[in-house]
């Protein structure tokens, strides 16, 4: 992994929308396709007819693409989705189609997003013209706590998220609304949790979720990062042991033992889940500018053997003879190519890494990567 200079800001950002069977998603698409600030957007779904798009055309309709009135494109896949956003972005190009600036992919129910995620970081033409925003995932606020219980995917689908639509709220008790919300807390942090009824939300919330910021024109790292929500409560950040190389701030947000949340849960009647005890949501802080090659020689060993339980991995890191911060963020196996940052966010210039994992915990990270780095410093 070599660091390069900071991505053109003008490669489209995508989104990707998520969520399980029945959480929303269509009735969001719906509305946000009407939604006069969703102008200049292509949105990539399975089919036309399960949004309901008829009574929306109006300018013209081809076999897989249709120009709506809110000035959103809407396309289909047609064979794999490399070839579908390829194709899209080539029509773009030769003013086949409106220059729309942003796309929204609609997985379906029972997807895992990673691949589709690996699809962006990993194809050439497509990472040249494109670039990861964020991931948007619903969650059903009348039946999100039974389908986290019985699939894992939806529990994976919210630990990655950097947006959580908490949908059909105007439909489900208040208690199991709060119940569900502070379960989705445990699980992934850092993801603002937005309540939605009848799809209507604000798409300004949706969006510029990556480390770009298009709105102030600047790589906005506290932002993305938001490191801070992994800190356990009334923990100092700037009361540290400097004999140390590392400092875990922040700890394993792993509901399976959390008591109070356990009497919480049954107090209202839901039975504690089995699914999130696997989840973890951790910040690793160290305090010692890192050695690259070794770094990333530890990055290497950890995505090979435990890839796919690396659900998704962020960083800004201080690297040793740099007085630029990088920045990194990983998909299980995969990696963006690392971005040279022009400056620090803030006079706090430790390495801030930011783990989501199935079945790993902070300790072993923690152990594992000082196993490589500490090696180098005593060298």
Known sequence: MSAEAAPAPERLP???ITGFLGSGKTTLLKYLLKHPDMGQTAVIINE????GLDHLLVEKAEDDTILLDSGCLCC??????I??????YKRRHKGEIPPFKRVVIETTGLADPAPILHTLMQDPVLTSVYRLDGVIATVDAVNGWMQMDRQMESVKQAAVADRLLLTKCDLADADRVAALEARLRRLNPAAPIIRVAQGVVDPAALFNAGLYNPESKSLDVQRWLREEAYAPPHDDHEHH???HHDHDHGHDHDHG????????????GLDVNRHDAHIRAFCIIRDKPLDWERFCAWIDMLTTTQGPDLLRIKGLLSVAGESQPVAIHGVQHLFHPPVLLPSWPSDDRRSKLVFITRDLDQAAITESMNAFLDDATAA
């Open 14 to 16: 995508v989104s990707v």
């Open 76 to 81: 289909t896949i047609r064979g794999d989705l």
């Open 83 to 88: 070839d579908a956003m390829r194709r899209l």
């Open 257 to 268: 033992h959390d008591h109070a949340h356990h009497d919480h849960d049954h107090a209202h």
């Open 48 to 51: 036309f007819g399960e949004v």
């Open 241 to 243: 042991d400097h004999g």
